[in-house]
């Protein structure tokens, strides 16, 4: 058997298939293989040509890849809402860190024209006494 060739059981029947790695595709075979089993338990299905057996295998196969690809279109959308709600959170902490530094530097200022003004204060009480 070929290293990209693997032999798989899908509705009681072997079949040899290639492509990915053969994890992969046992997986796929698989799940094929379920999804046949669940459909037999369906009434009727048996009574249906293989035709229409496998219409309606590729029909739920497509339905459930669609149902996937909204899901993720749903997600890809979340994600985006998400990404584009943090980044403003961010910019929401710049501009907040921003103004404490600009509170920060005023507090220093003033508290350096307060201290000036206690000097200028006792340089004139004392000038005062001394007078």
Avoid: W
């Avoid at 290293?3 to 992969?24: F, W």
């Avoid at 089993?37 to 299905?45: I, P, R």
């Avoid at 497509?62 to 909204?70: P, R, S, T």
């Amino acid at each position: 058997m070929d290293n990209n060739k693997l032999q798989v059981i899908i509705d009681g029947k072997v079949y040899r298939i290639s492509g990915g790695s053969a994890d992969h595709m046992q997986k796929v075979a698989s799940y094929v293989d379920n999804k046949i089993s669940e459909l037999k338990l369906q009434a009727g299905y048996n009574k249906l040509t293989p035709e229409y057996q496998n219409i309606l295998l590729a029909l739920n196969l497509a339905e459930e890849l669609f149902k996937a690809q909204e899901e993720i279109t749903i997600f890809n959308q979340e994600h985006l809402e998400n990404e584009q709600e943090l980044y403003r959170l961010k910019q929401d902490i710049v501009d907040k860190d921003m103004r404490i530094d600009t509170a920060n530097k005023l507090v220093i200022e003033y508290k350096t024209k307060v201290n000036e003004l206690q000097k200028r204060i006792i340089e004139l009480e004392t000038r005062n006494g001394i007078n």
